[in-house]
């Protein structure tokens, strides 16, 4: 994070996220201000951070403004309301330029609001935990790391089949869709990044980059077919699910 | 014409009724189902017979505005009683439904006055209570030197 030092940043909310955010920040060298609205929740984190945190409601205006939202590069809303995440988000972005914000969305269903109003990234407790239930039961092949949609990239997370038609090829053989790189693969607990001449074990766990339009036919020629073999059976159900060559 | 109020509290209730009973057709959204009740303060027949429409939900979900009818209504009035709720399901109605007419309260007159160079109607009650009292007082006051000197008495 070196890259931030010297900038001057806004957390608003001092629940758990919150504080430990803030702490994490100062320990780190930042210059924070952490913005509470309950005064029993202020006094106590009062004692800890001193004068870093600021009592106020941070969707009103003012308080924003006393807090030095001016001259902040950064804003991170973590607080406990989606509404008000969304608003102190907005606001800092819009009205005061603010470069960059990052939004907690409590419930997922809400995500569609912070993108009709434009308030990006946003980052779920919810979806984070998701991903990994799905990155232990692999009912879907892939798991997504990281989805730059506006860019059209991401990188997802994939395993190697028993019976993919990759398995014993090397990379530099691969008939791979264009707009996609291998970028590492994970191996007995070991990551490396692959050369044209390294060859794909069952069992290997690939990380690509790629073009979100083919992840279909990158996840149909990797050929999931299970991580234990059992998953297969499993019922493939649900509208998220990712059924192989789907 | 129709109208979709979200908030059904004293403002919101108030203004379905009279709305009404103006002849307009008039949706109301709120998350109590309690409220309902409030609809009916002085009517004869309930809200439903009186030609009403009523869905238990919040703004912010989107099954329950399009059962309110969001999509065609000609007006929006966000009247919860979260400044915060109202602003944002504003801009829902605004900018995904593209509702012709959208009205947001918002008791926060300086969030209120940004807001509406953001193309939300903005009512902002502590506004208005806050010019009432002013002309109240200034005409109590009448003739004072103050008063004089800005030349408004």
């Known amino acids: 994070?070196?890259?931030?030092?010297?900038?001057?940043?806004?957390?608003?909310?001092a629940g758990k996220v919150g504080w430990n955010l803030t702490r994490e920040l100062i320990e780190a060298g930042h210059e924070v201000t952490l913005i509470e609205a309950d005064r029993e929740r202020y006094l106590t984190v009062e004692q800890e951070l001193e004068h870093r945190v600021l009592y106020g409601d941070a969707s009103e205006l003012w308080v924003l403004e006393r807090a030095g939202i001016r001259r902040a590069s950064m804003v991170i809303a973590v607080t406990g309301d989606d509404e008000d995440n969304l608003l102190i988000c907005q606001v800092a972005k819009d009205k005061y330029n603010v470069d960059r914000v990052i939004a907690r969305v409590n419930n997922?269903?809400?995500?569609q609001h912070f993108d009709l109003l434009g308030v990006k990234p946003y980052v779920s407790a919810t979806d984070l935990i998701l991903r990994l239930i799905e990155r232990e039961v692999p009912r879907y092949g892939l798991?997504?790391?990281?989805?730059?949609?506006?860019?059209?990239?991401?990188?997802?997370?994939l395993l190697i089949g028993d019976g993919a038609v990759v398995v014993d090829k090397r990379?530099?053989?691969?008939?791979l869709p264009?707009?996609?790189?291998?970028?590492?693969?994970?191996?007995?607990?070991?990551?490396?990044v692959p050369t044209a001449d390294t060859v794909l074990h069952a069992g290997d766990e690939v990380l690509a980059v790629l073009d979100p339009s083919v992840e279909d036919e990158?996840?149909?020629?990797?050929?999931?077919?299970?991580?234990?073999?059992?998953?297969?059976?499993?019922?493939?159900?649900?509208?998220?699910?990712?059924?192989?060559?789907? | 014409m129709k109208i979709l109020?979200?908030?059904c509290g004293r403002v919101g209730s108030s203004l379905a009724r009279t709305m009404l009973g103006d002849g307009h057709e008039v949706s109301c959204l709120d998350e109590d189902p309690d409220s309902h009740s409030r609809l009916e303060l002085g009517l004869e027949s309930s809200w439903e017979d009186e030609g009403g429409q009523f869905t238990v939900g919040t703004g912010l979900e989107i099954d329950a505005l399009l059962t309110a009818g969001i999509e065609d209504a000609d007006v929006f009035v966000?009247?919860?009683?979260?400044?915060?709720t109202n602003i944002v399901i504003a801009q829902i109605a605004l900018r995904r439904f593209e509702v012709e007419t959208v009205i947001a309260r918002i008791l926060d007159p300086y969030r209120a006055e940004w807001y509406e160079q953001q193309g939300v109607r903005t009512i902002c009650p502590t506004r208005v209570a806050i010019e009432m009292l002013e002309s109240d007082l200034r005409r109590i006051a009448g003739g004072s030197e103050h008063q004089a000197a800005q030349g408004d008495g």
Do not use: W
């Not at chain 1, 997922?108 to 995500?111: V, Y």
């Not at chain 1, 790391?145 to 990239?153: E, G, R, S, V």
């Not at chain 2, 966000?78 to 915060?84: K, P």
């Open chain 1, 178 to 192: 264009k707009g996609c790189l291998l970028i590492s693969v994970v191996r007995e607990g070991a990551g490396f």
């Open chain 2, 5 to 7: 109020i979200v908030g």
């Open chain 1, 1 to 13: 994070m070196a890259e931030l030092g010297g900038d001057y940043m806004l957390v608003v909310g």
């Open chain 1, 143 to 157: 798991v997504h790391l990281l989805d730059l949609a506006d860019a059209k990239i991401e990188i997802i997370d």
């Open chain 1, 108 to 111: 997922p269903r809400n995500r």
């Open chain 1, 218 to 246: 990158l996840t149909s020629y990797l050929g999931f077919t299970g991580r234990r073999g059992r998953e297969q059976d499993a019922q493939l159900g649900g509208p998220d699910s990712r059924p192989p060559g789907n």
């Open chain 1, 171 to 175: 990379v530099g053989d691969l008939d």
């Open chain 2, 78 to 84: 966000a009247s919860t009683d979260g400044d915060n």
